[in-house]
């Protein structure tokens, strides 16, 4: 039994309705964002550990992202990223830990956050090509 015309085009249509609401993440993504670094900021401003704030809000992002694929940890960090750079008053005392998403340690404490200075160290070992080497991966999934 051939297929109508009119079944064609329902069915046409049906796949580019998926293939759009699958994009929905990019239009939605600004709350993710928002919602991503909110974790991990107020995490690290309680005194937790990167490793345990970034594994909180990088599942956040996960589970709150719609698109046919899986949010890349380092797509997670420069979201998380431009939440706190675009709206820096929301979170206040958060861009001392922001190096950590890509690599940086900070020696910053909770306690450290109510002082007009912070102190930050800069891994010397840390480079982006001891990644590509082979070296272990930051963010590995």
């Given at each position: 039994m051939p297929r109508s015309t009119v079944h064609r085009l329902l069915c046409g249509v049906g796949v580019i309705v998926g293939l759009l609401g699958g994009s929905s993440a990019a239009w939605s993504s600004s709350d993710t964002e928002q919602k991503g670094a909110r974790v991990y900021c107020f995490m690290r401003s309680?005194?937790?550990?990167?490793?345990?704030?970034?594994?909180?809000?990088?599942?956040?992002?996960?589970?709150?992202?719609?698109?046919?694929?899986?949010?890349?940890?380092?797509?997670?960090?420069?979201?998380?990223?431009?939440?706190?750079?675009?709206?820096?008053?929301?979170?206040?005392?958060?861009?001392?830990?922001?190096?950590?998403?890509?690599?940086?340690?900070?020696?910053?404490?909770?306690?450290?956050l109510g002082s007009t200075s912070t102190a930050t160290r800069t891994d010397n070992d840390f480079s982006s090509d001891s990644y590509a080497a082979g070296g272990d991966e930051r963010y590995s999934y």
């Open positions: 309680s005194g937790n550990a990167h490793e345990v704030s970034w594994n909180a809000a990088y599942a956040l992002i996960k589970r709150q992202s719609q698109g046919l694929f899986k949010t890349s940890p380092e797509h997670a960090s420069v979201m998380i990223t431009e939440a706190v750079v675009n709206d820096p008053g929301t979170f206040p005392d958060c861009g001392q830990f922001l190096g950590d998403l890509f690599g940086g340690a900070t020696t910053a404490t909770a306690a450290s």
